[in-house]
T-cell receptor, first 113, second 115 residues
Framework: DTGVSQNPRHKITKRGQNVTFRCDPISEHNRLYWYRQTLGQGPEFLTYFQNEAQLEKSRLLSDRFSAERPKGSFSTLEIQRTEQGDSAMYLC???????????FGSGTRLTVV | AQKITQTQPGMFVQEKEAVTLDCTYDTSDPSYGLFWYKQPSSGEMIFLIYQGSYDQQNATEGRYSLNFQKARKSANLVISASQLGDSAMYFCAMREDTGGFKTIFGAGTRLFVKA
């Protein structure tokens, strides 16, 4: 159990550029979640995968955001045409059926300049 | 609509004393789960404790206990024998069993433990 791994840890990008983040969950965890956290707030739910199926998406997830989990293992979150309002910490979490809490990764901090 | 309220932006506690962090919630779902997470300055959220809405007894995990008062819709976290390493942000969270898979989080309480 090596924990949930997220890369990169930090990303600075210019407005209008596309960015992609990666999350590697704990290997036996079939459930994967993406959250976004802005300064001074709790995490906000973005999307949920069970194995490779994306079962739930927040209305916060505009059409500029897309997430995949192609083989039910790692996941990617892509933001197209980034805006300054996208600046936040993007957190990935995983668990398996029967678990109550999540195991979170350390997050990817995105700064859009 | 589901909602979590944490009214204490910051709390101070003396090392070795107990502290209670407040959390109230709102839901119309009779079946739900309540959670507390810790977020140290390193940023990684750490799951602490879980309480199901039908659990008869308050949850406990080591020095953490959840004071669940269903009628008042409160789920306060009690940390006993505070340690310097307990200094962190603490988030209360809830997931409705019929509300999909999302967990909603409160705004958090920052705890400072004084030596």
């Amino acid at each position: 159990d090596t924990g949930v791994s997220q890369n990169p840890r930090h990303k600075i990008t210019k407005r209008g550029q596309n960015v992609t983040f990666r999350c590697d969950p704990i290997s036996e965890h079939n459930r994967l979640y993406w959250y976004r956290q802005t300064l001074g707030q709790g995490p906000e739910f973005l999307t949920y995968f069970q194995n490779e199926a994306q079962l739930e998406k927040s209305r916060l997830l505009s059409d500029r955001f897309s997430a995949e989990r192609p083989k039910g293992s790692f996941s990617t979150l892509e933001i197209q045409r980034t805006e300054q309002g996208d600046s936040a910490m993007y957190l990935c979490a995983s668990n398996r059926q029967g678990n109550h809490g999540y195991t979170f990764g350390s997050g990817t901090r995105l700064t859009v300049v | 609509a589901q909602k979590i309220t944490q009214t204490q932006p910051g709390m101070f506690v003396q090392e070795k004393e107990a502290v209670t962090l407040d959390c109230t919630y709102d839901t119309s779902d009779p079946s739900y789960g309540l959670f507390w997470y810790k977020q140290p300055s390193s940023g990684e959220m750490i799951f602490l404790i879980y309480q199901g809405s039908y659990d008869q007894q308050n949850a406990t995990e080591g020095r953490y206990s959840l004071n669940f008062q269903k009628a008042r819709k409160s789920a306060n976290l009690v940390i006993s024998a505070s340690q310097l390493g307990d200094s962190a942000m603490y988030f209360c969270a809830m997931r409705e069993d019929t509300g999909g898979f999302k967990t909603i989080f409160g705004a958090g309480t920052r705890l400072f433990v004084k030596a």
